[in-house]
T-cell receptor, first 113, second 119 residues
Framework: AQSVTQLGSHVSVSEGALVLLRCNYS??????LFWYVQYPNQGLQLLLK??????LVKGINGFEAEFKKSETSFHLTKPSAHMRDAAEYFC???????????FGTGTKLQVIP | DADVTQTPRNRITKTGKRIMLECSQT?????MYWYRQDPGLGLRLIYY???????NKGEISDGYSVSRQAQAKFSLSLESAIPNQTALYFC??????????????????FGPGTRLLVL
């Protein structure tokens, strides 16, 4: 069985501040991990994915995430928040194949001017 | 033009009615998926299809059916809608790199969603 926990359903940061969105997972096999972003009234867009090639994964829009096996974490970070980053972010885990993916409950990011 | 389109974008229906949500894609992908999104629950998989002849149930398929009319089209039906099917529904497609089948090489693309309200 696999699961994903996103800590904090809402996160607020000031424009220009560090963004840190937390994701912890459990998986009985080496996992594939994903971060998606959902802008208002839009579908999900893949930000980045971890497939065991490198523990630090760089994605679009300046986001990156680091896979830490010892902590079972895959936190999403961005050094400097921009107003356009305001959206909902979903972490997801899979043992392989999107038919087996489990999504987290999402974290809404608010960016304060 | 969008690669994955969904129609309608919004729908209000009554309990007991049959409705169909449609999804079309121009990406040429074999794999297609239907999810529902509920506040605080994330996304949950309803059905998925690896090709026109291969359709499979996801984790919450009860009360739903699907039809894969062509590689590009994957429809979701609610045979008799009920209020707890009120949700945001997403279609998605994914590619799959057969040459790198030893490693998971697949990216998923989502449509804009259909907001369904069942009264």
């Amino acid at each position: 069985a696999q699961s994903v926990t996103q800590l904090g359903s809402h996160v607020s940061v000031s424009e220009g501040a560090l963004v840190l969105l937390r994701c912890n997972y459990s998986s009985s096999v080496p996992p594939y991990l994903f971060w998606y972003v959902q802008y208002p009234n839009q579908g999900l867009q893949l930000l980045l994915k971890y497939t065991s090639a490198a523990t630090l994964v760089k994605g679009i829009n300046g986001f990156e995430a680091e896979f830490k096996k010892s902590e079972t974490s895959f936190h999403l970070t961005k050094p400097s928040a921009h107003m356009r980053d305001a959206a909902e972010y979903f972490c997801a885990v899979s043992p392989g194949g999107y038919q087996k993916v489990t999504f987290g409950t999402g974290t809404k990011l608010q960016v304060i001017p | 033009d969008a690669d994955v389109t969904q129609t309608p974008r919004n729908r209000i229906t009554k309990t007991g009615k049959r409705i169909m949500l449609e999804c079309s894609q121009t990406k040429g992908h074999d794999r297609m998926y239907w999810y529902r999104q509920d506040p605080g629950l994330g996304l949950r998989l309803i059905y998925y299809s690896f090709d026109v002849k291969d359709i499979n149930k996801g984790e919450i398929s009860d009360g739903y059916s699907v039809s894969r009319q062509a590689q590009a089209k994957f429809s979701l039906s609610l045979e008799s809608a009920i209020p707890n099917q009120t949700a945001l529904y997403f279609c998605a497609t994914s590619d799959f790199n057969r040459e790198l089948a030893g490693m998971y090489q697949e990216t998923q693309y989502f449509g804009p969603g259909t907001r369904l309200l069942v009264l």
